[in-house]
């Protein structure tokens, strides 16, 4: 477990890129907490075209999965580093467990989430409030989820979120008494824990 605060995108992707290239079978599993200055990441099939216009925020065209989405502050990132073959998880049903902890968090906080058949995530009432990309190498995952709890969402209006357009984003903030990202941070790990055997 490693909470690395408000961190830059970049630095914090290459040494998720560098760790995973470096473990052996015996390297514990780990996930990583943080936050993001506004950046937009485009997956590696990403379409830019979904960057509809330019508003000053950096985009990075990276490894995961998924097409373009936003990290800002007030939004909670969760990297997931972690043996798939190892733990015998195939890639779906890892994305289902994450999906899982997701709507098990919101639950708590009274917030009704569901999936969208064939848009990976988490919504509430059609709107996405947790996002899903991950990159597997060598049967290892990184990359991870990001769920949105007090930020500013004003930004996602210059993409087509996850390349779907007109797609409405929500935050935990504007559906709960919520804002804290640290103790969501930790309810949100328990989660996880239960979910990844």
């Not at 015996?26 to 950046?39: A, S």
């Not at 949105?148 to 984003?169: H, K, Q, R, S």
């Not at 804290?180 to 979910?195: K, S």
Request: hydrophobic share 40%; glycine share 8%.
């Amino acid at each position: 477990m490693r909470h690395l605060e408000r961190v830059e995108f970049e630095p914090t992707w290459r040494a998720m890129q560098d760790f995973t290239a470096r473990r052996t079978a015996e390297t514990p599993d780990e996930i990583w907490l943080c936050e993001h200055p506004p950046v937009f990441t485009l997956g590696q099939a990403g379409k830019p075209e979904h960057l509809l216009r330019d508003i000053g925020v950096p985009l990075v065209k990276i490894d995961r999965g998924g097409q373009i989405t936003y990290h800002g502050p007030g939004q909670l990132v969760v990297y997931l580093l972690l043996d798939l073959q190892r733990r015998g998880l195939k890639v779906r049903e890892l994305v289902k467990r994450i999906e899982q902890a997701l709507i098990d968090l919101l639950e708590e906080y009274g917030i009704a989430a569901e999936r969208l058949a064939g848009a990976p995530g988490v919504y509430v009432a059609g709107a996405k409030i947790a996002a899903l990309g991950l990159r597997i190498r060598n049967a290892r995952s990184y990359h991870g989820l990001c769920l949105n709890i007090d930020m500013d969402l004003a930004p996602y209006a210059a993409i087509n979120p996850c390349g779907y357009a007109g797609m409405a984003v929500t935050q935990m903030r504007d559906l709960c008494d919520e804002t804290n990202v640290q103790r969501v941070a930790a309810r949100l790990l328990q989660h996880l824990q239960a979910q990844l055997p």
